[in-house]
């Protein structure tokens, strides 16, 4: 791959929790096929790294990293290691721009 290709290469966020894991074997053909197509393609959940090892057993090879925010908003997160994301994927949209504690108010 070429620099200009890899400076080009745009992030896609994968919430586990609600999104992934309600079809593993679907998920990770979508991470395939969009890592083909140029994509770095990273999971981002609220959890905390103690409680990533399932994420990492179905879906760690695939991705390009596991981001636990450790319940902090994600983009901000993400932002703060230096990740920019371009793509968002999550069942609860709130759960980018919100801590936890707000996000899943009420549910």
Do not use: H
Not at 29 to 41: E, I
């Amino acid at each position: 791959m070429s620099e200009l290709q890899q400076q080009q290469r745009k992030a896609i966020a994968l919430d586990y929790d609600g999104t992934a894991n309600t079809n593993i074997k679907f998920w990770t053909s979508f991470v395939k096929l969009a890592t083909d197509a140029g994509y770095d393609v990273y999971i981002v959940t609220m959890r905390s790294a103690d409680e990533a090892r399932e994420i990492d057993l179905f879906l760690g090879d695939a991705v390009k990293a596991v981001i636990c925010t450790n319940r902090k908003a994600k983009l901000e997160f993400c932002r703060a290691a230096g990740i920019e994301i371009s793509i968002w994927i999550d069942d609860r949209p709130q759960a980018i721009f919100l801590d936890a504690k707000e996000a899943y108010a009420g549910a």
